[in-house]
């Protein structure tokens, strides 16, 4: 068969060689084969050699990939394709974010693939991702951006400032939900289980204490330098505790002190909400008897200072104080720091320091001469058996005049009795003596003799209070044209406000009368007293043109009367009386007080209880005069309008009751944003308990910052009635509103 096989492969080349002609078309393709039959298998081939991964070994997985700065931590690393194993003999270490330290010497090998690493976080450890590695004998593994460390705190909120002497006030957040803040206070509301870490220059008080947020107020002292702070606090009992870290939570800065100069006040406006002002006065050397007041007539506003001494060191506070006196020998520095905690700003105040030393004037003959009007300050009780004598000689036109005394901190608790004599030293008579029902006092004298010489002498009560410092004005006072009856009334024109007028006997009346016209229907009209003496106690009334018909009157517990009373729908020229009176409440002195009397248009434009139909107003925002909630379901809806140009600030709402006698109302605040009144989104978190999304109703009035402000256009504040509205505790239907962009 071979030979044949060959044989025609040879004949067939050999005709294929012979004469060429053209070659012809390729001929149609002819049908499929049939299927040949399977072959055999092959024969298996031996195993080859193991092979190697080429992208060799790797760290797969941090678990968990993310704790809280300045706490302890155990972290899972899961590895591919290693070796790990735990033999001393190898050099074996593990890195993470710059801050946090690795037990090397603990590390648990639980596996070639997986390793259990104790770590602690500083609690200054800058927040942020960062890389893992591994190194085993030389060779790193490293899991790039794998690690992240955050805080357990935010804040929410800002007031204040962070300056040199300043105080601010922050809203702070719990992100540890699994940690809830130790909420303990004791009796006089503090927070034992809340220490605060230390901070350079900075102290820390809680304020408010709820299980996911708190209320920290900071005081910066003088000399703190200016950077950056972290903030942080151990939560907690005994055995509980939990820390808490937040690292550059914020800044704190360098301000010069505005130096005060003797007798010489400074007057300026309080700019910001909750802003501070820091002064300084170096007093000259030797024996001074040093004095700081404020002043202002803002009548919404609570302004006062806080006096610290060369250290500028809040832990050294002084005193706090409107005014303030101290003995002091040396030429060492006092700092006064101005604060108004109420919220309100944009008046003016004036601070001045006086360095007075005190005369000897211990008996009738050494008296001090007085000439009225006259404030001496640096005045001292420096025992319990110390006297201060003074004397006043009245001109030929001062016949029936009244001599008016008061003495005024000084130390707040000193507690002083002023009495003026007549007659000759040493054994003058007895003419007039203040009534000593409070620490400083206040006395209106019958009508003095012209030219005759008058004693005054202060002393100790005898209730042995411990204050030594106080200061003594003395004025020379002539009783107003006032009518004495709703007959014979003292007509006055709107807005009025005059000199003092004095009520010189518990049946002393003033009356007085003022006229509205048809155009003032629906006016708020406001009449209140001021000082005068701040210890005087008056009752403010209002009647109708009858005399007997009473329509409004102030309480009778507070020193000075205020009230207001909404005009009805007048068809004509209309008169009202006013009746001011003594109060019974047992407040000190006869009464020397001014009377304020004016008409305001409503701050309030009703119908403004829904979000369709929002009373709309200009920001900065300040009522002039009281809105009302006149019911439990009473709502009233302000719509303010945010520019491009303000994203990013929080609406201020701060309502208060502030000149508002018997007005105790409880309000709670909310503000929304939406495109349509449908579709409105509340700022913060959901849980009003904690003064989120709304503030807090338990609180009677609010001091309430939004969250941020994320785009421009229309927001409202609605103010509604809070938990205990109307109640006993809270009673009041009229509140003040003010709101601001910050």
Same mark, same amino acid.
């Given at each position: 068969?071979?030979? !044949?096989?060959?044989?025609?492969?040879?004949?067939?080349?050999?005709?294929?060689?012979?004469?060429?002609?053209?070659?012809?078309?390729?001929?149609?393709?002819?049908?499929?084969?049939?299927?040949?039959?399977?072959?055999?298998?092959?024969?298996?081939?031996?195993?080859?050699?193991?092979?190697?991964?080429?992208?060799?070994?790797?760290?797969?997985?941090?678990?968990?990939?993310?704790?809280? !700065?300045?706490?302890?931590?155990?972290?899972?690393?899961?590895?591919?394709? *290693?070796?790990?194993?735990?033999?001393?003999?190898?050099?074996?270490?593990?890195?993470?974010?710059?801050?946090?330290?690795?037990?090397?010497?603990?590390?648990?090998?639980?596996?070639?693939?997986?390793?259990?690493?104790?770590?602690?976080?500083?609690?200054?450890?800058?927040?942020?991702?960062?890389?893992?590695?591994?190194?085993?004998?030389?060779?790193?593994?490293?899991?790039?951006?794998?690690?992240?460390? =955050? %805080?357990?705190?935010?804040?929410?909120?800002?007031?204040?400032?962070?300056?040199?002497?300043?105080?601010?006030?922050?809203?702070?957040?719990?992100?540890?939900?699994?940690?809830?803040?130790?909420?303990?206070?004791?009796?006089?509301?503090?927070?034992?289980?809340?220490?605060?870490?230390?901070?350079?220059?900075?102290?820390?008080?809680?304020?408010?204490?709820?299980?996911?947020?708190?209320?920290?107020?900071?005081?910066?002292?003088?000399?703190?330098?200016?950077?950056? =702070?972290?903030?942080?606090?151990?939560?907690?009992?005994?055995?509980?505790?939990?820390?808490?870290?937040?690292?550059?939570?914020?800044?704190?800065?360098?301000?010069?002190?505005?130096?005060? !100069?003797?007798?010489?006040?400074?007057?300026?406006?309080?700019?910001?909400?909750?802003?501070?002002?820091?002064?300084?006065?170096?007093?000259?050397?030797?024996?001074?008897?040093?004095?700081?007041?404020?002043?202002?007539?803002?009548?919404?506003?609570?302004?006062?200072?806080?006096?610290?001494?060369?250290?500028?060191?809040?832990?050294?506070?002084?005193?706090?104080?409107?005014?303030?006196?101290?003995?002091?020998?040396?030429?060492?520095?006092?700092?006064?720091?101005?604060?108004?905690?109420?919220?309100?700003?944009?008046?003016?105040?004036?601070? =001045?320091?006086?360095?007075?030393?005190?005369?000897?004037?211990?008996?009738?003959?050494?008296?001090?001469?007085?000439?009225?009007?006259?404030?001496?300050?640096?005045?001292?009780?420096?025992?319990?058996?110390?006297?201060?004598?003074?004397?006043?000689?009245?001109?030929?036109?001062?016949?029936?005049?009244?001599?008016?005394?008061?003495?005024?901190?000084?130390?707040?608790?000193?507690?002083?009795?002023?009495?003026?004599?007549?007659?000759?030293?040493?054994?003058?008579?007895?003419?007039?003596?203040?009534?000593?029902?409070?620490?400083?006092?206040?006395?209106?004298?019958?009508?003095?003799?012209?030219?005759?010489?008058?004693?005054?002498?202060?002393?100790?009560?005898?209730?042995?209070?411990?204050?030594?410092?106080?200061?003594?004005?003395?004025?020379?006072?002539?009783?107003?044209?006032?009518?004495?009856?709703?007959?014979?009334?003292?007509?006055?024109?709107?807005?009025?406000?005059?000199?003092?007028?004095?009520?010189?006997?518990?049946?002393?009346?003033?009356?007085?009368?003022?006229?509205?016209?048809?155009?003032? %229907?629906?006016?708020?009209?406001?009449?209140?007293?001021?000082?005068?003496?701040?210890?005087?106690?008056?009752?403010?009334?209002?009647?109708?043109?009858?005399? *007997?018909?009473?329509?409004?009157?102030?309480?009778?517990?507070?020193?000075?009367?205020?009230?207001?009373?909404?005009?009805?729908?007048?068809?004509?020229?209309?008169?009202?009386?006013?009746?001011? *009176?003594?109060?019974?409440?047992?407040?000190?002195?006869?009464?020397?007080?001014?009377?304020?009397?004016?008409?305001?248009?409503?701050?309030?434009?009703?119908?403004?209880?829904?979000?369709?139909?929002?009373?709309?107003?200009?920001?900065?925002?300040?009522?002039?005069?009281?809105?009302?909630?006149?019911?439990?379901?009473?709502?009233?809806?302000?719509?303010?309008?945010?520019?491009?140009?303000?994203?990013?600030? =929080?609406?201020?709402?701060?309502?208060?009751?502030?000149?508002?006698?018997?007005?105790?109302?409880?309000?709670?605040?909310?503000?929304?944003?939406?495109?349509?009144?449908?579709?409105?989104?509340?700022?913060?978190?959901?849980?009003?308990?904690?003064? %989120?999304?709304?503030?807090?109703?338990?609180?009677?009035?609010?001091?309430?910052?939004?969250?941020?402000?994320?785009?421009?256009?229309?927001?409202?504040?609605?103010?509604?009635?809070?938990?205990?509205?109307?109640?006993?505790?809270?009673?009041?239907?009229?509140?003040?509103?003010?709101?601001?962009?910050?």
């Amino acid at each position: 068969m071979r030979r !044949v096989g060959i044989a025609f492969l040879v004949i067939a080349m050999l005709a294929l060689a012979g004469c060429k002609g053209e070659q012809g078309d390729t001929g149609p393709a002819g049908p499929e084969g049939a299927t040949g039959a399977t072959g055999t298998t092959g024969v298996t081939g031996a195993t080859g050699p193991t092979g190697t991964f080429e992208g060799g070994s790797s760290i797969s997985a941090v678990v968990p990939d993310a704790v809280f !700065v300045g706490r302890d931590h155990w972290v899972t690393i899961a590895g591919f394709n *290693t070796t790990w194993v735990s033999d001393p003999s190898v050099n074996f270490q593990v890195t993470f974010c710059p801050g946090v330290t690795v037990d090397q010497a603990n590390i648990i090998v639980a596996s070639p693939t997986a390793l259990v690493v104790p770590i602690t976080v500083s609690s200054s450890a800058a927040l942020g991702t960062c890389d893992v590695t591994v190194v085993t004998d030389g060779e790193p593994l490293t899991y790039a951006d794998a690690f992240e460390l =955050r %805080s357990p705190l935010a804040i929410t909120g800002y007031a204040g400032d962070l300056a040199s002497g300043g105080i601010g006030i922050l809203w702070v957040q719990n992100l540890d939900f699994d940690n809830p803040f130790e909420t303990t206070a004791d009796s006089a509301g503090n927070y034992p289980f809340i220490e605060f870490a230390a901070m350079p220059g900075v102290s820390a008080i809680a304020l408010d204490v709820q299980p996911f947020s708190m209320v920290v107020e900071l005081l910066v002292d003088v000399p703190a330098a200016a950077g950056v =702070r972290n903030f942080g606090f151990i939560s907690g009992a005994t055995g509980f505790e939990v820390p808490f870290a937040l690292p550059g939570a914020f800044p704190v800065t360098a301000r010069t002190a505005t130096a005060l !100069v003797s007798g010489t006040p400074i007057t300026a406006t309080y700019a910001g909400a909750m802003d501070t002002y820091l002064y300084v006065y170096t007093p000259p050397a030797g024996d001074n008897k040093l004095s700081f007041s404020i002043t202002y007539t803002e009548p919404l506003a609570e302004a006062f200072f806080a006096v610290l001494p060369s250290s500028g060191k809040w832990d050294d506070v002084i005193d706090y104080a409107t005014n303030w006196a101290w003995w002091t020998n040396g030429t060492s520095p006092y700092y006064m720091i101005v604060w108004d905690s109420s919220g309100t700003d944009g008046y003016s105040y004036t601070v =001045r320091a006086d360095n007075d030393l005190e005369t000897t004037n211990t008996t009738c003959a050494t008296a001090t001469p007085l000439t009225p009007p006259t404030t001496v300050v640096g005045q001292s009780l420096d025992s319990s058996t110390d006297v201060d004598w003074f004397k006043v000689t009245t001109g030929a036109g001062d016949a029936g005049k009244f001599m008016r005394l008061r003495t005024n901190p000084g130390d707040a608790q000193t507690d002083t009795v002023i009495e003026v004599f007549t007659g000759a030293c040493p054994s003058p008579t007895s003419f007039a003596v203040s009534e000593d029902l409070a620490y400083h006092d206040s006395l209106l004298t019958p009508a003095v003799a012209a030219a005759t010489t008058y004693y005054i002498q202060v002393y100790n009560s005898t209730f042995g209070y411990s204050g030594a410092g106080y200061s003594l004005e003395v004025t020379l006072e002539s009783e107003p044209s006032t009518g004495n009856t709703c007959a014979a009334p003292q007509v006055v024109t709107l807005p009025y406000a005059p000199t003092a007028t004095s009520l010189t006997d518990a049946g002393d009346q003033d009356w007085f009368q003022f006229a509205a016209a048809a155009g003032d %229907s629906g006016k708020v009209f406001q009449a209140r007293t001021t000082p005068g003496d701040p210890y005087a106690n008056t009752i403010v009334t209002l009647y109708a043109a009858d005399c *007997t018909t009473q329509l409004a009157t102030s309480s009778t517990t507070s020193a000075h009367g205020t009230l207001s009373y909404t005009l009805p729908t007048l068809s004509a020229t209309t008169n009202y009386n006013v009746r001011i *009176t003594k109060g019974t409440a047992g407040l000190q002195g006869d009464v020397l007080y001014i009377p304020e009397f004016k008409l305001m248009t409503p701050a309030e434009v009703e119908p403004n209880d829904t979000c369709a139909a929002p009373q709309a107003i200009t920001l900065p925002y300040t009522s002039a005069t009281p809105f009302s909630l006149s019911s439990d379901t009473d709502t009233d809806w302000l719509k303010v309008t945010v520019a491009a140009a303000d994203v990013g600030k =929080r609406l201020h709402v701060v309502t208060s009751v502030t000149g508002l006698t018997g007005q105790d109302t409880d309000t709670a605040v909310q503000v929304w944003h939406g495109h349509t009144c449908t579709t409105l989104n509340s700022f913060g978190y959901l849980d009003a308990q904690y003064d %989120s999304w709304a503030s807090e109703p338990t609180s009677y009035q609010e001091d309430f910052f939004s969250n941020s402000l994320y785009e421009a256009g229309d927001y409202y504040v609605q103010i509604t009635p809070g938990y205990s509205y109307g109640t006993s505790d809270a009673p009041g239907t009229q509140y003040y509103l003010k709101i601001t962009l910050e």
